[in-house]
């Protein structure tokens, strides 16, 4: 059955990593601004960036026509006796999320390598037993999302962490519950690991639930790989940019999309944090009219 992504935008393309930093876009013109480029849906970025009050935020999305699709949080589940912290955060994400009205929760893993400084923190590969522990507790979460708060996990594969590359992609998702954990494709960061989009749409149909648009200018990730540099000095670099400059292609992204027996939300991200404050309005409506003339969203 084909149907139209439904297309929305986030934090990440005004620039927004954190809840709080001075040098990020303030929420209530990423709010104006989101809306003014023609977007109605959104997603709520780092939690604490808006307002954690739901009145006070609903009443803020209401103002201006926009509607919640999904919260986002990253979880550090590979690591020994992180549940509770990790809950803790997850929770209080996943709260809000539910009650503005939004039916999915993305779930990052933490990075191995500091986004911002580059410094390696902790092994870039999981063993074998690390990778069984990791799916076990991935499983729980994702159980326990749904029995607590009503919402889907869509675990969000990204570059710097243990699930990065196609062939670590597909073994998280033979390792995980089908039942119980579906994907996040970011196009921008399985093509910044060397992944196949088609690929993984192909081949994991069902496990598709909710996807971030994106782009990666491959002469950037190419010295980025060459030199070790890490995903945070990349950004800075340019790594990504704005569509169509970059890979992968949309076009057939967006009708494979179409394709599958699920309405699929499709979030356009351009990572450039820290970006300058009248950088993101102009890109966002270019990206949104681009992708509009693509293919069949709403």
């Given amino acids: 059955m084909s149907r139209p992504a439904m297309i929305g935008s986030a934090p990440d393309s005004w620039g927004v990593w954190f809840p709080d930093d001075s040098r990020q876009t303030p929420w209530q013109r990423f709010l ?23 009145a006070r935020l609903r009443d803020e999305l209401d103002k201006r026509g926009l509607t919640v699709t999904a919260g986002t949080i990253f979880e550090h589940l590979h690591r ?11 929770s209080a994400a996943a709260t809000l999320t539910a009650v ?17 400084t580059g410094k390696v923190l902790e092994d870039a590969h999981l063993t074998d037993e690390q990778w069984v522990a990791y799916a076990g507790q ?23 962490t243990h699930v990065d590359t196609h062939e670590n992609v597909e073994r998280f998702l033979d390792e995980t519950d089908p039942d119980l954990v579906s994907l996040c494709l970011d196009t921008g960061h399985i093509s910044y690991c060397g992944g196949d989009n088609l690929k993984l749409i192909g081949d994991h149909p069902e496990r598709i639930g909710y996807v971030h648009l994106k782009q990666v200018d491959p002469a950037v990730v190419a010295a980025v790989h060459e030199q070790g540099i890490g995903f945070g000095e990349a950004v800075r670099m340019g790594a990504m940019c704005e569509p169509p ?6 076009p057939p992204i967006l009708d494979a999309l179409a394709n599958l027996d699920a309405e699929i939300f499709a979030i356009v991200e351009q990572d450039m944090y820290p970006c300058p404050a009248d950088r ?14 693509c293919g069949p969203l709403r």
């Fill in 80 to 90: 020994a006796d992180s549940w509770d912290t990790t809950w803790q955060d997850v």
């Fill in 32 to 54: 104006d601004e989101v809306a003014a480029a023609g977007y109605t849906r959104i997603e709520l970025g780092p939690y604490g960036y808006l307002p954690t009050d739901p």
């Fill in 100 to 116: 503005m009205g939004a039916r999915h929760l993305v779930v990052i893993p933490d990075f191995w390598r500091d986004p911002q």
């Fill in 138 to 160: 991935m499983n729980r979460l994702a159980r326990r999302i749904r029995e607590s708060f009503g919402l889907q996990i869509q675990f969000h594969p990204h570059a710097d």
């Fill in 245 to 250: 400059a970059g890979i992968p292609d949309m």
């Fill in 280 to 293: 993101p309005l102009p890109i966002a409506r270019r990206t949104l009219t681009y992708l509009q003339s």
